[in-house]
């Protein structure tokens, strides 16, 4: 019996929908890596019970932080993104978690830089409160390996292709490192939007938006570009014809990010059919109903969809491309120059 929703929400499903292909479901993914930074934090006495815990986000971390801060009896500050909906805001409200929302803005950089300053000007006037940096610190790792743990005794299988957005890096990540301790044939396959710095995206515009949550226009610290051996680009069509076949095909209601990595998985899958190919779901798909759901009509077909090999970050081209990573190190604007963000 669980202690706490959080660790119920925080419990994926392992779901087969074809033969090797395996879909790995969160309600919530980033309460994983909240719940194990949080319990980390205060086991070494770098923060103790009653303490304010404060961090940037655009949406589910915030949520994932709040429910951490619920189970261990912290107070919880975000700077959220105008992308936080009224859904969310309101669970926040009624978990005790305090919310700072950015106005309105189309440009993602000119958000992401606006709510790390907020961080700042926050920290300087309580240098007591503790700033979680997701993007930077790799404690958001720690939450990942009994996950690994579970995927590799459930698979039974050292020939495996995760694939998963990318993000803060935390996620696929940490998988990728904890199940290639347990198995050598553990390949990582990285999912990004175009307009992202992470993989080198930002030249290219998807006139449509950037899928929340697996891109940045700002250096992550906690991305380990030598980790992952190829990378798919997706635009917003792409992403919501993969999470309507989903739906249609499989049952399964996610949102945006997976639809992306749902259709990359599917084509890896499909190129080795000997490997056992795992995608992240990272959350459901509740906050794509009028955005991606209600308009599933309008979605190109998955199976007419192919991604473009380049060999080139300067050959990308919407609505998708596929590249061979093989551990390269970071793009140049991806280099995390040591200011926390």
Known sequence: MDAHISEAIGRPDLIRLDDGLVCLRFETMKVVSALAAVRHLLDTGAVRR??????????????????????????????????????????????GARLEQMEPSADLKLDQSRRVARVREILRDHPEYHWMRQY???IHYLGYEAVAERIHAETGTRALTLVGGVGSGASTGALAQY??????GVRLVGVQPYGSVTFGSDHVSDPEIIIAGIGSSIPFGNVRHDLY?????????????????????????AGLSTGAAYLAARWEHRAEPGRTTVFI???????????????????????DLTPRPVTSLDDLAMPWSRMAWNGSPAPRGAVD?????
Do not use: N
Not at 72 to 90: E, F, K
Not at 235 to 248: C, E, K, P, T, Y
Not at 281 to 303: I, K, M, N, Q
């Open 281 to 303: 779901a990272a959350d459901t798909g509740h906050r794509y109903v009028d955005t991606v759901f209600a308009h599933h009509d309008e979605a190109p077909s998955a199976e």
């Open 136 to 138: 930077h610190d790799d």
């Open 229 to 253: 051996d190829t990378v798919h680009w997706l635009a917003f069509d792409a992403a919501r014809a993969g999470s309507v076949d989903l739906l249609h095909r499989h049952a399964v209601f």
């Open 337 to 341: 120059q040591g200011g926390p963000a």
């Open 50 to 95: 009653g303490d304010t815990l404060v961090d940037s986000s655009s949406g589910i971390y915030a949520y994932a932080l709040a429910l951490a801060c619920h189970r261990y009896g912290m107070r919880c500050h975000i700077v959220g993104s105008t992308t936080v909906d009224h859904t969310l805001r309101t669970q926040l409200s009624v978990l």
């Open 179 to 184: 199940l290639r301790k347990r198995a050598s």
